[in-house]
Each structure stands twice: as structure tokens, then as C-alpha cells.
């Protein structure tokens, strides 16, 4: 929270409504991220769900501006996601496979997974370079502590 505090304020606040729950992975590209969180399009319990709009929707809350810092994008790096202007992060985040320095204070870092990598290593894989998921897993349920 020292780093990015707008962001993590975002993610408990989605987290806690229960936003994230059922939000499927749509983007996972093999040895790069595994990304989710578009809580418009993608959470698949909803009636707006839409596996083809997944990745392009975010909340109702305003787009955040940048919180770019010095974390670097590590394995098990968790970071926002955005569009190509750098104050677009809204609610959709992504995790990194491997280290990806070429990420760094591009995108703003915002946690780390601590525990349970092993499970976001068998996230299902998308096909192509975009990495678009046919069968997506899902967020079950993502609550803060």
C-alpha cells in the first residue's frame, strides 16, 4: 500500500463488494501473465458476461492515475492492467509468470503473490500471441486482508 495506495484501495474495495468473484482469467499467455479482473465482461456469473468483450470492461469507479514505482515485475508480480494511456488502470490486473523487466515502472505494482504460486502456474493457457482464453478459469472468490 506504500507504493500504490489509490491502487490497492481499489482492489480491496472490488474485492470486499465481491466484484472479483467468478472473473475469469481471459488473457494468460505461457511464460509471460496470467490476466483477469475485467468485472463488465468477464465475471461469468453475470448476465453481461461476454468471453469476446472480456478484457475490454472495467468497474463503474473512475479510471485511476498512474502509481507507477520501483517494484520490479517478478515472478508472482501482481499489476495493474491498462490501455495505452498510462492513467487508464481501472480494475483489471495481471500476474507474472517469469520476470518481465521490460514491464517495469511502465505498469504500476501494486502486490506480490506470497503463497500458492504452484496453483497460478496451471491457470489454463491461452492459444496465439494475444493469449485470449477459449475455457477460461476463474476467480472463485477474492476478499482482502
Given at each position: 500500500?506504500?507504493?500504490?495506495?489509490?491502487?490497492?484501495?481499489?482492489?480491496?474495495?472490488?474485492?470486499?463488494?465481491?466484484?472479483?468473484?467468478?472473473?475469469?482469467?481471459?488473457?494468460?499467455?505461457?511464460?509471460?501473465?496470467?490476466?483477469t479482473?475485467?468485472v463488465?465482461?468477464?465475471?461469468?456469473?453475470s448476465?453481461?458476461?461476454?468471453?469476446?468483450?472480456?478484457?475490454?470492461?472495467?468497474?463503474?469507479?473512475?479510471?485511476?492515475?498512474?502509481?507507477?514505482?520501483?517494484?520490479p515485475?517478478?515472478?508472482?508480480?501482481?499489476?495493474?492492467?491498462?490501455?495505452?494511456?498510462?492513467?487508464?488502470?481501472?480494475?483489471?490486473?495481471?500476474?507474472?509468470?517469469?520476470?518481465?523487466?521490460f514491464?517495469?515502472?511502465?505498469?504500476?505494482?501494486?502486490?506480490?503473490?506470497?503463497?500458492?504460486?504452484?496453483?497460478?502456474?496451471?491457470?489454463?493457457?491461452g492459444?496465439?500471441?494475444?493469449?485470449?482464453?477459449?475455457?477460461?478459469d476463474?476467480i472463485?472468490?477474492?476478499?482482502?486482508?
Open positions: 500500500p506504500d507504493v500504490a495506495p489509490n491502487h490497492v484501495k481499489r482492489i480491496q474495495e472490488l474485492a470486499d463488494s465481491g466484484q472479483y468473484d467468478n472473473v475469469v482469467f481471459h488473457r494468460v499467455i505461457d511464460g509471460f501473465m496470467a490476466q479482473g475485467d463488465k465482461f468477464g465475471n461469468s456469473s448476465k453481461d458476461f461476454d468471453l469476446r468483450r472480456a478484457g475490454i470492461g472495467g468497474s463503474d469507479l473512475p479510471d485511476l492515475n498512474q502509481e507507477f514505482n520501483d517494484l515485475h517478478d515472478r508472482g508480480t501482481v499489476s495493474m492492467a491498462r490501455s495505452s494511456d498510462p492513467n487508464s488502470a481501472n480494475s483489471q490486473f495481471f500476474i507474472c509468470f517469469k520476470p518481465a523487466p514491464l517495469d515502472r511502465q505498469y504500476t505494482v501494486f502486490g506480490k503473490v506470497i503463497e500458492g504460486m504452484e496453483f497460478v502456474d496451471m491457470i489454463t493457457k492459444d496465439g500471441d494475444n493469449g485470449a482464453v477459449s475455457n477460461p476463474k472463485i472468490s477474492f476478499k482482502s486482508q
